[in-house]
């Protein structure tokens, strides 16, 4: 019987080292695998969607002015890349994107703190912040262009709108999710409130701040182009419209 247990054990156990087939790698729970069927999928992941613009642009049953082929869009590309106007255009819009987004950085990270950290700043601040996170940055288009007019300031504000509110309550969220007894250890070892402020909750914080500009930078690139859209002579806005 023992011996029997014991040769059943042992077929279970080479039944568990053999390799696993490509469809129980694939919907594989939260686990790796293998690595030539995870190049296969990326490979797959960038050929699919071109394989199939390619058979829609040569197939007659969409106009190329609506889906041109991929050969002209390259060819074009590459047009505009020599003839430097798409170069003028990515440094336009860097540039809108880089102004608004730092100022929204530079004041709504300093203002998280405070929301996340002071319960008095938290019902300041944080009743308006909550509404006007949901308000569309592209709804104030018309009154910063009476603002500020149809210049660089315009641009940079519609940025700044949209992306100040959110960088200011997802790193005041972060601060909330600081441990009590780490705070309390704090203070327990002498540390003062400024202390406890720049050596205890910035740095727990710092990944999470870095994480939060990190995604809302990509929404400052959504705002440009709608900026850009509006009233603008460069940008990829623009070149966007005119083409």
Not at 170 to 190: C, H, N, Q, R
Request: proline share 6%.
């Amino acid at each position: 019987m023992v011996v029997e247990t014991g040769l059943k054990q042992n077929s279970l156990s080479a039944n568990r080292r053999q390799a696993p087939t490509w469809i129980t790698s694939f919907w594989r729970i939260r686990g790796d695998i293998p690595r030539p069927l995870y190049l296969t999928l990326i490979c797959l992941s960038l050929v699919l969607p071109l394989v199939a613009w390619t058979a829609a642009a040569n197939s007659g049953l969409v106009d190329t002015l609506f889906l041109p082929k991929p050969t002209d869009v390259v060819i074009r590309f590459w047009s505009l890349l020599t003839e430097g106007e798409l170069l003028g255009d990515i440094r336009d819009s860097v540039g809108r994107v880089g102004g608004g987004f730092f100022l929204a950085a530079f004041l709504g990270v300093p203002i998280g703190l405070l929301i996340g950290t002071f319960k008095s700043m938290e019902g300041l601040l944080g009743p308006f912040f909550a509404l006007a996170r949901y308000m569309p940055a592209a709804a104030f288009i018309p009154l910063v262009i009476l603002w500020l007019g149809l210049d660089e300031p315009a641009k940079i504000a519609i940025i700044f709108i949209g992306t100040f509110f959110y960088n200011a309550l997802m790193v005041a969220d972060s601060v909330k999710f600081i441990p009590k007894e780490l705070l309390s250890v704090s203070y327990t070892l002498g540390a003062s409130r400024w202390d406890v402020l720049v050596r205890v909750i910035l740095p727990y914080t710092l990944p999470n701040i870095i994480d939060t500009l990190r995604i809302n930078i990509a929404a400052s690139w959504n705002f440009v182009i709608v900026a850009e859209l509006i009233a603008a002579s460069s940008g990829l806005g623009y070149r966007i419209l005119k083409a």
